[in-house]
T-cell receptor, first 114, second 115 residues
Framework: NAGVTQTPKFRVLKTGQSMTLLCAQD?????MYWYRQDPGMGLRLIHYSVGEGTTAKGEVPDGYNVSRLKKQNFLLGLESAAPSQTSVYFC?????????????FGPGTRLTVT | AQSVAQPEDQVNVAEGNPLTVKCTYSVSGNPYLFWYVQYPNRGLQFLLKYITGDNLVKGSYGFEAEFNKSQTSFHLKKPSALVSDSALYFC?????????????FGSGTQLTVLP
């Protein structure tokens, strides 16, 4: 099993450009998440999904959109990139149902906006 | 609202000595607590979690953590540190009754084990 994979690994954008980050998981997990990691701030939740066709806002959703058309994929879009979106982006997934299910993380995408 | 504090940005310990990475939390209800580790240029890896029951939780790579409800703490410990334990450690919390498994992470503690 590959677990959680992310594409691309690195990207440099100019201000105002758009891009889509792809996350895929092969563990049949119900829940998927997008986080951003900035120095000294831990991970902050951008958007999440509790199942195919559903999405919801997290702590820092502004400037991002997401879609979950297939259970195994979760896409994060930046419509008009800004320098403040320079960050490392992580996707994660977890099982549904009750209980303290841990999240499984992808390797990350390092995005620089100039 | 829920929050996590990791009061130490950096912890240095000599190889073979015991290590502790501190975490305190704040939730309005019963918590699930987690520890994750991040090696350079990698994603987060799950180490251990507290769900219910025994306050001492054992996890991967010889790590353990103790849940202390009265002090709202969940410190990570290891009896004998290895150089390979050097990494960034994150504590995370979520409410038992919370929706969608939303985790709140601490800001991270950089652990350096000196040979």
């Amino acid at each position: 099993n590959a677990g959680v994979t992310q594409t691309p690994k690195f990207r440099v954008l100019k201000t105002g450009q758009s891009m889509t980050l792809l996350c895929a998981q092969d563990m049949n997990h119900e829940y998927m998440y997008w986080y951003r990691q900035d120095p000294g701030m831990g991970l902050r939740l951008i958007h999440y999904s509790v199942g195919e066709g559903t999405t919801a806002k997290g702590e820092v959703p502004d400037g991002y959109n997401v879609s979950r058309l297939k259970k195994q994929n979760f896409l994060l879009g930046l419509e008009s990139a800004a320098p403040s979106q320079t960050s490392v982006y992580f996707c994660a997934s977890s099982q549904g149902g009750q209980g303290g299910r841990e999240q499984y993380f992808g390797p990350g995408t390092r995005l620089t906006v100039t | 609202a829920q929050s996590v504090a990791q009061p130490e940005d950096q912890v240095n310990v000599a190889e073979g000595n015991p290590l502790t990475v501190k975490c305190t939390y704040s939730v309005s209800g019963n918590p699930y607590l987690f520890w994750y580790v991040q090696y350079p240029n990698r994603g987060l890896q799950f180490l251990l979690k507290y769900i219910t029951g025994d306050n001492l939780v054992k996890g991967s790579y010889g790590f353990e953590a103790e849940f202390n409800k009265s002090q709202t703490s969940f410190h990570l410990k290891k009896p004998s540190a290895l150089v390979s334990d050097s990494a960034l450690y994150f504590c995370a919390v979520r409410l038992v009754s919370g929706s969608a498994r939303q985790l709140t992470f601490g800001s991270g503690t950089q652990l350096t084990v000196l040979p």
